[in-house]
Structures are given as structure tokens and as C-alpha cells.
Nanobody, 118 residues
């Protein structure tokens, strides 16, 4: 059974940095889309940044120049480096993968809380 496990959230002061990680375990043939979404209290889940197998990146305007996605394809792992964090970045961050095992799956991580506060 394939699952995603996230790590790396926490409390950080405004202007600080964090790195989130998400690893997919199980028998995986390919991962076509990897990315991060977030959900702030009282708001809908929104896209942060995604990357396709072909390298196309989609990113929210609010994080451009501050957040960067990277991958370790050999380990089926995705990272989100977040710099210059702001209070409005406070949210539960979810990793997402669209992958192929014996079938095509869309999976979400369990979520990790990022709190930006002084």
C-alpha cells in the first residue's frame, strides 16, 4: 500500500525558514505530479507549488521568490523550502502526489502544521 509521510512543520518567527519533506513509500511505477497545498484556518485548501514529471512548475503568486520545491526522485521524496515566512503562511501543509502503481492514484499526506508567529 502506498502512503505519503510528511515531516518538518513547526513554529517559526516571521522572516524565518523551514523545510518540509514528504516521502512516498510502497511499490511505485512513476510519479507524474508532486506538490504542496495548504489550508489556513477558516479557508479552503490552496495550491502552493507543484511540479510535473516533465519539470513544469506551478506556483502560487503569494510564495514566488520565497518558496522552492525540489525532489529526490530516487527516494520518491519531495521537499518544500520556505524562506522569509510571513504570518499569512500559517497553515496546515499537505503534500500531494499523482502516481502510478498497479493503477493511477492521487494521494495526500497527513498534513503538517506551520505556524509563523513572533
Amino acid at each position: 500500500q502506498v502512503q505519503l509521510v510528511e515531516s518538518g512543520g513547526g513554529l517559526v518567527q516571521p522572516g524565518g525558514s523551514l523545510r518540509l519533506s514528504c516521502a512516498a513509500s510502497g511499490s511505485i511505477f512513476s510519479i507524474n505530479v508532486m506538490g504542496w497545498y495548504r489550508q489556513a484556518p477558516g479557508k479552503q485548501r490552496e495550491l502552493v507549488e507543484t511540479i510535473t514529471l516533465g519539470g513544469k512548475i506551478t506556483m502560487a503568486d503569494s510564495v514566488k521568490g520565497r518558496f522552492a520545491i525540489s525532489t529526490d526522485t530516487a527516494k520518491n521524496t519531495i521537499f518544500l523550502r520556505m524562506n522569509d515566512l510571513k504570518p499569512e503562511d500559517t497553515a496546515v501543509y499537505y503534500c500531494y502526489m499523482k502516481l502510478v502503481t498497479h493503477t493511477q492514484l492521487e494521494l495526500w499526506g497527513q498534513g503538517t502544521l506551520v505556524t509563523v508567529s513572533s
